[in-house]
């Protein structure tokens, strides 16, 4: 068990917040979800032995919740809210404009593995549509053109951690 091997300290902490273990699931699945990059079948089994849950009741919620993704998935996970008050507000052509720009499909994720695209239901940003979500943060009133900033931008931050961690790995390198 990876989750109870690697990360004992923070399980024990979550655990201490809840009154009943059942109700840690959630945390938990964050917990794997962070661990793995997604949260696999094998994490969600990990996360039900940990809470003497069935897995069946962790894999629902998997299955529920937008936020825990069944599928590795890029580095920043734009979803775009779609529904039919954003719809009316253009979301299902900023989606179209928004899968042909990155040239993958709606639940494709870019060769480089930088971006996923998917659409979700309420964001709760009707009047700020189109509207996305990329990894927890709102990017509203989106046009073409602030997109394609946004896709820059975050390229960018990417390229930048890169770089951070090659250094970090060359100077470890040195001091040995």
């Keep these: 068990m990876l989750l109870q091997e690697k990360y004992p300290e923070e399980i024990k902490g979550i655990?201490?917040?809840f009154p009943h273990k059942k109700?840690?699931?959630l945390p938990l699945m964050h917990l794997a979800q962070e661990a793995y990059g997604?949260?696999?079948r094998e994490a969600m089994r990990e996360v039900a032995d940990i809470l003497e849950l069935d897995p069946t009741h962790v894999l629902s919620l998997a299955g529920f919740y937008t936020?825990?993704?069944e599928e590795p998935v890029g580095k920043f996970v734009l979803e775009v809210c779609n529904?039919?008050?954003?719809?009316?507000?253009?979301?299902d052509d900023f989606v179209e404009m928004a899968?042909?720009?990155?040239?993958i499909p709606v639940e494709g994720t870019t060769n480089d593995g930088?971006?996923?695209l998917k659409t979700v239901m309420c964001l709760a940003a009707c009047d700020r549509a189109p509207m996305l979500q990329c990894n927890l943060k709102f990017e509203e009133h989106l046009d073409e053109e602030k997109f394609d900033a946004l896709i820059s931008r975050l390229r960018a931050e990417a390229a930048a951690e890169k770089e951070d961690a090659s250094i970090i790995?060359?100077?470890?390198?040195?001091?040995?």
Excluded at 83 to 91: I, K, M, T, V
Excluded at 99 to 103: F, H, Q, T, V
Excluded at 169 to 176: L, T
């Design 114 to 116: 930088l971006f996923t």
């Design 23 to 25: 109700s840690a699931v």
């Design 15 to 17: 655990l201490a917040r």
């Design 38 to 40: 997604f949260t696999s």
């Design 67 to 69: 936020l825990y993704y």
């Design 99 to 103: 899968s042909r720009k990155l040239d």
């Design 169 to 176: 790995e060359q100077i470890s390198a040195f001091a040995k």
């Design 83 to 91: 529904d039919l008050a954003c719809a009316l507000r253009g979301a």
